[in-house]
């Protein structure tokens, strides 16, 4: 089981085939810092072409059907984005739950079908930000963990990634403090604990995204708990996205 830091970039909706440049440029930097294990998400249009040119890094989807086939118009299903190349999923994202209405029901059905497809999951959680005003922000999260997490996952620590995702830092330069980071992997490391049991919940890493950069990434990865990033803006070229990789892993070369 690999505890390196694991860097993800989600490159959202962007990204066609001139983008193909940076996912190569990315491949490159990632065979020098093998201390950390760097992956990105492109768009379901690029996956196979990213595969094809991937020879150290991770490349996984953004989404996937909950169910394996069968008449859902402009969906992609998990067997097909793994067919494609793709050896994980991101799920549960905030512009997924806030943008589609997906509920944590909808969440842990995909959970399930992608896990069934032979992909692993990063699950991903997160506060709007009346919530943390409120107070109530681990309630919150821990609750969209509970519900949207399989009540046992064979081989959870290695197949399960979970991203801390504060919504409102997502792609606004704020982020939370060093302390408030500190404090939601604690509870989050608590719960997977609680879930899935001493030996593989203490192993399950737990990422931080939100308004990661080069200028702050070494600071955010040092933090208890933090076991990498999954990087949206800052991943859509390569300079910058390995510039966050190469703080995660020391600044040194493997
Ligand atoms: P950001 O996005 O790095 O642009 O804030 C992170 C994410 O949504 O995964």
């Known amino acids: 089981m ?13 990204g066609t085939r001139a983008m193909l440049s940076e996912a190569r440029a990315i491949d490159r930097a990632a065979q020098r810092h093998m201390k950390v294990e760097v ?3 492109p768009p379901f249009t690029l996956i196979h072409a990213v595969h094809r040119e991937a020879e150290q890094i991770g490349v996984g989807a953004q989404d996937c059907h909950p169910a394996a086939d069968g008449a859902f ?6 067997s097909m984005v793994a067919d ?11 512009e997924r739950r806030e943008g589609h209405g997906e509920t944590n029901e909808l969440v842990r059905t995909k959970v399930q079908s992608a896990l069934a497809a032979g992909l692993k999951v990063i699950l991903c959680c ?8 409120a107070g109530a922000h681990e309630k919150f999260v821990l609750n969209q963990l509970r519900l949207s997490l399989p009540e046992s996952v064979d081989g959870a620590g290695e197949k399960l990634t979970v991203a801390y995702e504060p919504i409102w830092a997502i792609g606004t330069g704020r982020t939370p403090t060093l302390d408030d980071i500190a404090a939601m992997h604690a509870a989050i490391r608590g719960f997977l604990i609680e879930r899935f049991g001493d030996a593989q919940g203490s192993v399950i890493r737990i990422l931080y995204g939100g308004s990661v950069k080069p200028d ?11 076991g990498g990033a999954l990087v949206g803006g800052a991943s859509l070229t390569a300079d910058s996205f390995m510039n966050i990789a190469l703080a995660a892993g020391d ?4």
């Open 251 to 254: 600044g040194e070369d493997a």
């Open 126 to 133: 997160g506060e709007p930000e009346e919530r943390r005003d």
């Open 73 to 78: 118009t402009g969906d992609v299903s998990a």
């Open 2 to 14: 690999s505890l390196r830091p694991y860097i993800v970039g989600n490159w959202k909706m962007n």
């Open 39 to 41: 992956a990105v998400a």
């Open 216 to 226: 702050n990434a070494r600071d955010i990865l040092g933090v208890a708990e933090v």
């Open 84 to 94: 494609a190349g793709a050896k994980f999923v991101i799920l549960g994202h905030s």
